[in-house]
């Protein structure tokens, strides 16, 4: 069973970099066979995609989010990263990283991280 | 800017059929979409139910079934239980290599 379990500073200063990892166990992110995503809930808002990510380092991002988000990954780890520069409130959310579904079904996501909040303040 | 609409709110007595929709705000959605739905409650993470229109995810009971009903993705739950009360979101893909979620349904069982 895939698990996600993503981490990171629950409080980020405006217009600083916010950083998460998440940590994949259950399934290598280096396989061929899966797209990675993130995910992002404000507090009492709806869910809002942020990006993903291939092993190869294809990426598609919201475009919305495109001029702020960078994502990685570290294959050593098994983990996936996202950062997000020049944060205001607005980013305040539980942001959640997913795995995709197999490369023949790509197009949802099949498991999810509890996620984790993230505020943003000055 | 791509909408995807969801009704904002809906009840269902238990054991009643309730029916969801996710359109979109310039088409009409079809399975070219790849509609998804999850189920939310508060504090926990989506669950998977619906993928590719009508593929139920593992474990998802068969009270959960998806279609494409005129120009909308569906959602139907048939033999609502007082633990079905959730909010669902519809994702969509764009086929610019991009998703967009609809802004969820709250579901009411009562």
């Known amino acids: 069973q895939v698990q996600l379990q993503e981490s990171g500073p629950g409080l980020v200063k405006t217009s600083e970099t916010l950083s998460l990892t998440c940590s994949v166990s259950g399934e290598s992110i280096s396989s061929s066979s899966y797209y990675w995503g993130w995910v992002r809930q404000p507090p009492g808002k709806g869910l809002e995609w942020i990006g993903t990510?291939?092993?190869?380092?294809?990426?598609y991002f919201n475009p919305s989010l495109k001029s702020r988000v960078t994502f990685s990954v570290d294959p050593s780890k098994n983990q996936l990263s996202l950062k997000l520069t020049s944060v205001t409130a607005a980013d305040t959310a539980v942001y959640h990283c997913a795995r995709h579904g197999s490369i023949m079904d790509l197009y949802y996501f099949r498991f999810w991280g509890q996620g984790t909040l993230v505020t943003v303040s000055s | 800017q791509t909408v995807v609409t969801q009704e904002p709110s809906f009840s269902v007595s238990p054991g009643g059929t309730v029916t969801l929709t996710c359109g979109l705000s310039?088409?009409?959605?079809?399975?070219?979409?790849?509609p998804s739905w999850y189920q939310q409650t508060p504090g926990q993470a989506p669950r998977t139910l619906i993928y590719s229109t009508n593929r139920r995810s593992s474990g998802v009971p068969d009270r959960f079934s998806g279609s494409i009903l005129g120009n909308k993705a569906a959602l139907t739950i048939t033999g609502a239980q007082a633990h079905d009360e959730s909010h669902y979101y519809c994702?969509?893909?764009?086929?610019?290599?991009?998703?967009?979620f609809g802004g969820g349904t709250k579901l009411t069982v009562l």
């Open positions: 990510i291939y092993y190869s380092g294809n990426t």
């Open positions: 994702m969509l893909y764009m086929h610019s290599g991009s998703w967009v």
């Open positions: 310039f088409a009409s959605v079809s399975t070219n979409y790849y």
